[in-house]
T-cell receptor, first 114, second 116 residues
């Protein structure tokens, strides 16, 4: 049974470019959350998608956007990349969006902005 | 707002030593508390959790007790192994009724290195 899978594993982009990161949730899960983990820091919540809608959002600018597809997979898009966007981006899935739903994390996508 | 503060690392121990990693929190609601572990090159794995005051979470020899009076959730293990070397994150989730969609608030992480 596959867990949460993310692609690509690593990515290098230039300032000002746009990037799309992808996530497939664990089998049976319908909710996807995205987190940004800067080097040496804890993960920071970006947003959560449930039933193809953004349900909750952290303190991230509108340059960060997302989408959830009918098969529950999700994309994270970042426009106008800044050097400070360099980080490990983690996807987490769960069954149901509520408080009691345990999260399962993928191994992340390492984004480097030069 | 909600926040989690962990003891600063890195923590370096010899095998079979006793481990404590301190974690305190501030929360505007009623939190559940978690410890996650991140091994090199991997995502986060749930280590243990506690959902109400005085609950003790335990897994793989690790324990943590939810102390509401001191707003703490310290992680302990009686005898660490080399394989426990990883980054440990304390986190909380607030139950705010129907609008709570499972957002986790993490501490900054504590690097643990265990030497043979």
């Amino acid at each position: 049974d596959a867990g949460v899978t993310q692609s690509p594993t690593h990515l290098i982009k230039t300032r000002g470019q746009q990037v799309t990161l992808r996530c497939s949730p664990k089998s049976g899960h319908d909710t996807v959350s995205w987190y940004q983990q800067a080097l040496g820091q804890g993960p920071q919540f970006i947003f959560q998608y449930y039933e193809e809608e953004e349900r909750q959002r952290g303190n991230f600018p509108d340059r960060f956007s997302g989408h959830q597809f009918p098969n529950y997979s999700s994309e994270l898009n970042v426009n106008a990349l800044l050097l400070g966007d360099s980080a490990l981006y983690l996807c987490a899935s769960s069954f149901g969006a509520g408080f009691l739903s345990p999260l399962h994390f993928g191994n992340g996508t390492r984004l480097t902005v030069t | 707002g909600n926040s989690v503060t962990q003891m600063e690392g890195p923590v370096t121990l010899s095998e079979e030593a006793f481990l404590t990693i301190n974690c305190t929190y501030t929360a505007t609601g009623y939190p559940s508390l978690f410890w996650y572990v991140q091994y090199p090159g991997e995502g986060l794995q749930l280590l243990l959790k506690a959902t109400k005051a005085d609950d003790k979470g335990s897994n793989k020899g690790f324990e943590a007790t939810y102390r509401k009076e001191t707003t703490s959730f310290h992680l302990e293990k009686g005898s660490v192994q080399v394989s426990d070397s990883a980054v440990y994150f304390c986190a909380l989730k607030i139950n705010a009724g129907g609008t709570s969609y499972g957002k986790l608030t993490f501490g900054q992480g504590t690097i643990l290195t265990v030497h043979p």
